[in-house]
């Protein structure tokens, strides 16, 4: 019998051949890709923000711009979480790598 074929032999994990500088590269990669779709979603809690200002200075009731001060408020909000937890799942998982 073959160490091949051995049944109590471990798998090998395919990512364990790998150069550590690929980790590096890969992260690398997905830092720039997540940054840019933050940047992505984070622009329409800032276009929120601008159109508020404008809305304020239109006279439009308290009401409307408390409504939309909420919902940019609750759009980057959750923009910048999911950015986070990305950052520390992606920084975890490539440091395991190394």
């Known amino acids: 019998m073959s160490v091949a074929d051995d049944p109590h032999r471990l798998p090998v994990h395919p ?3 790998h150069h550590p500088f690929r ?10 890709v997540g940054t840019s779709l933050f940047a992505v979603i984070a622009t329409p809690a800032v276009g929120c923000d601008f159109a508020v200002k404008w809305l304020a200075q239109q006279q439009v009731s308290a009401y409307v711009i408390y409504g939309l001060n909420g919902a940019e408020a609750a759009l980057f909000a959750c923009d910048l979480t999911l950015f986070v937890t990305f950052l520390v799942r992606t920084s975890i998982r490539h440091a395991r790598r190394l």
Request: hydrophobic share 40%.
């Open 23 to 32: 980790a590096i590269r890969d992260f690398g990669i997905h830092s720039v």
């Open 15 to 17: 990512e364990q051949n």
